[in-house]
């Protein structure tokens, strides 16, 4: 019988020797890819405080609002598998300085919007944007560090200012919008862009499969019209309800759509995604233990978010302080989680890191109405976030371990799609249970119990997924 394909070293401890050591040249191409990522990260929060000051300048309704964020969205999670594959066939550098340009370009223009119909385009070919960088830059950084300790140091960091840059939007996006209005952040975007484009074209490589399949055209429609079909439903839903003849009509179409994506994908010579891949034990339980993470981690920011600021009636800024002292915390804890998995592992760091989140979400049961709570919710949010970074690197590091080169587009379109369908799908899920209850409190206590069940479900699963199998 054949024996377990599954890579060592998504389940083995790296050997302790040695710290890698990063050459002057490695730091400056680490340095663009996370920048890059880490501003596509601070796009998914920076306007939220924002809109109700954006609506006022440029006359969008309340209900019209959810569009700045939708807008967005869409695109960015929609064409991820899309644009990772493309970068994969035909140069994952090109796609990767096409996609900053056109951010940095879309920034400027929602920046200087003079209506809702310029903005929300804006926002929308920043998504488009978005999802030519997230899948590019993270297969450029898996081909350029090879696998061991230079690797998960490298996505040691990328994770880090992924978890990073959705924190420090929420802070920056209140104290910009106070200091200078809505605009300046859309314009915090556009400098990041201008900074990073200018140094990408000489430091990364390209790279790209040494064939030239051809593109899986049926795949690439379905699978892109299922994504946005279901990300406009979840995203709908999480402000109108699912009872809205739209959601349920795109929610089945995304369904249906994606139901097709996997039967055209079993009978294509050249699939846009393997499933065989799929069928890999690193890359199924992995993405699982990704999604359930980002799904029921940014749902709890969202809820504590009301609570501080309904419940607690804290200001925007203390608010801000509290995320802040979570993204201090999230960024320790990215410094040593690749100590951590070369000590004892991917997979049991991410099974840790998966309890460990359950557990301080759990702690959030405690809250009440009470001022000395906040001092509960900055802790247990904080070491929440501390184990969740844990356990995005440690699923990174699980499904691309061991993927060939010329896959590594296919493996960490993968990864990013659950990470950007994760954010997208935990509050229309679950937060729209705080916001439709009667009472807030009650509400909240609801949604933490819930989120800490299945995170800890989660753990139970990825641990008898990736369990040591015998050989034979």
Known sequence: MATDTTTPTAHEPLAPHSEPKLS?????????????????????????????????????????????????????????LLFGRIGDLYGRRRLFLTGLALFGAASLLATFAWDPASFLTGRALQGLGAAAIVPTGMSLLTTTFPEGPARD?????????????????MVAGGV????FGWRSTMALLTLFAVLVLPLAPALLPESRTPDRPRLDI???????GGLLSLIYALSTAADHGFARVDVIVTLITGVLLLTAFTAIESRTAQPLVSLPMLRR????????????????????????????QEVLHLSSFETGLVFGVQGVLSAVAGVYAPKVIGRIGARRTLIASLVGQSAFIAALLGLNAHTWSVWLATAA?????????????????TVTSGVPDDQQGLATGLVTSTQQVGITIGIPLLGVLATTSGDLMSGVHTVVGIDAAI?????????MGLRDRPRR
Not at 283 to 305: D, E, K, P, Q, R
């Open 24 to 80: 002057t040249r490695d730091k400056l191409v680490l340095f663009v890819l996370c920048a890059a990522q880490f501003m596509v990260a601070l796009d998914f929060s920076v306007l939220n405080v924002a809109l109700p000051t954006l609506g006022g300048d440029l006359g969008m309704s309340q209900s019209a609002l959810q569009w700045a964020v939708t807008a967005f969205a869409l695109p960015s999670g929609g064409f991820l």
């Open 153 to 169: 140091r490298a996505l040691g960091i990328s994770g880090t200012l992924l978890s990073l840059g959705f924190t420090v939007g």
């Open 176 to 179: 910009l919008t106070d200091a």
């Open 218 to 224: 049926p795949g690439a429609i379905t699978v892109t």
């Open 281 to 308: 034990r690193t890359v199924a339980w992995g993405n699982l233990g990704g999604l359930v993470t980002f799904s029921m981690m940014s749902t709890i920011v969202f809820v504590l978010t009301l609570y501080l």
């Open 381 to 397: 949010v904080s070491l929440a976030s501390m184990c969740h970074l844990g356990a995005i690197i440690s699923y990174g590091l």
């Open 455 to 463: 995170v800890l479900a989660a753990a139970v699963l990825v641990a």
